[in-house]
């Protein structure tokens, strides 16, 4: 699955680098480059960092449903940076915290290349049918 998933074509995912390392039904992992991520001040963008958590819920959520009559669509997003990151990669894991008919809520932590949390977030997802 995470390889199908590293050919996911003209994303904002791949505009930012992330890169699926492991996708089940309950977790996810993925990295993604500080470099060519960065805020003026030299250091991660929260919004990227924000934009990986959000990827990494979205894709868990789609591995739940039943893509030919259902979507998931992120409706709430709540992220915290603890520690900056200035180089190499940012990882995250993303754990299924509640499996519901129409919401999965996800937690992620994402870290720097010396296990140091530098972002943690939970992302909500709502199951639409179409």
Not at 14 to 28: D, H, K, M, P, Y
Not at 45 to 59: N, T
Not at 66 to 75: E, K, P
Request: net charge positive; charged share 15%.
């Amino acid at each position: 699955m995470a390889a199908r998933l590293r050919q996911s074509g003209n994303t904002l995912g791949t505009r930012l680098g992330i890169v699926f390392l492991e996708a089940s039904r309950t977790q996810l992992v993925a990295t993604m480059p500080v470099d060519g991520n960065l805020q003026p001040a030299g250091r991660l963008h929260g919004g990227a960092s924000a934009a990986l958590v959000e990827e990494l819920a979205s894709v868990g959520s789609w591995l739940n449903l039943d893509m030919s009559t259902q979507v998931a669509v992120g409706v709430d997003l709540n992220i915290t940076h603890v520690r900056g990151a200035t180089g190499g990669l940012v990882r995250g894991v993303a754990d299924l915290m509640y499996r519901g008919r129409s919401v999965l809520v996800w937690n992620v932590t994402l870290t720097n290349e010396h296990g140091k949390v530098t972002s943690t977030g939970r992302c909500t997802c709502n199951v639409v049918k179409f």
